[in-house]
Structure formats: C-alpha cells, structure tokens
C-alpha cells in the first residue's frame, strides 16, 4: 500500500519561498518517476516538476528557474523548493508516485502517476 505524505504548505507573499516535502511509504522513491502537480478549484491537475533518479527532471516552463525538485533516497522523501512565487502559483499542491516507467513526454502528465497524496495548500497574496 503507497502512501505519499505532503508537508510543507502555507501562505506567502509574492516573491516569498516555500520548501514542500512528501514522505513516501510502501514506495520506493528510487523506483520510477515521482513528482508535483498542482490543482486549483475547477481546473484539472496540473504537473509542476517530475524526476526520475535524481537528474531526469521536468518542470513546466511556468516554474522553470523558480522551483527545484530534488529527492532525498534515504528518508524516502521528495522535495519541491519553490522561490519567487507568485499569486497565480496558489493552488493545491499534490505529490505523485508512478509505478512503471514513463515515458519522457509524459512525465507532466497526471494520468501516467497512479499513486496521489492528500495535498498541501498554497496560497501567495
């Protein structure tokens, strides 16, 4: 049984930065490709950043520069450090595991991660 874990959200002005942080349980973050999306109200998901091992990452161009997605093998964690954030990056935040290998086209893709956490709520002003 996955479990992914989200910490790390709260509110920030513009310009400020967050860290979130998602414990992964019954999963291996060295497996296969994990990552952040993002979800505002009546909107569908949306990919933020991915990585497979600790160097094949993918950001979408609205974050590139800003945010860095890295993983920690040994707590079994990975991690979205966001600077310079922005009203329009508020949303809520949801970290995902996939459990085969995707493809690199599809790695912002939601419906290629089949295990979600419960989410993390950001919110810039």
């Known amino acids: 049984h996955v479990q992914l874990v989200e910490s790390g959200g709260g509110s920030v002005q513009t310009g400020g930065s967050l860290t979130l942080s998602c414990v992964a349980s019954?999963?291996?973050?060295?497996?296969?490709?994990m990552g952040w999306f993002r979800q505002v109200p009546a909107k569908e998901h949306e990919g933020v950043a991915t990585?497979?091992?600790?160097?094949?990452?993918s950001y979408a161009d609205s974050v590139k520069g800003r945010f860095n997605i890295s993983k920690d093998d040994a707590k079994n964690t990975l991690y979205l450090v966001m600077n310079s954030l922005k009203p329009e990056d508020s949303a809520m935040y949801y970290c995902?595991?996939?459990?085969?290998?995707?493809?690199?086209?599809?790695?912002?893709?939601?419906?290629?991660?089949?295990?979600w956490g419960q989410g993390t709520q950001v919110t810039v002003s």
């Open positions: 995902a595991a996939a459990s085969s290998l995707v493809p690199p086209q599809l790695m912002l893709t939601p419906t290629a991660f089949n295990d």
């Open positions: 019954g999963y291996t973050v060295t497996a296969y490709c």
């Open positions: 990585i497979v091992g600790n160097k094949i990452t």
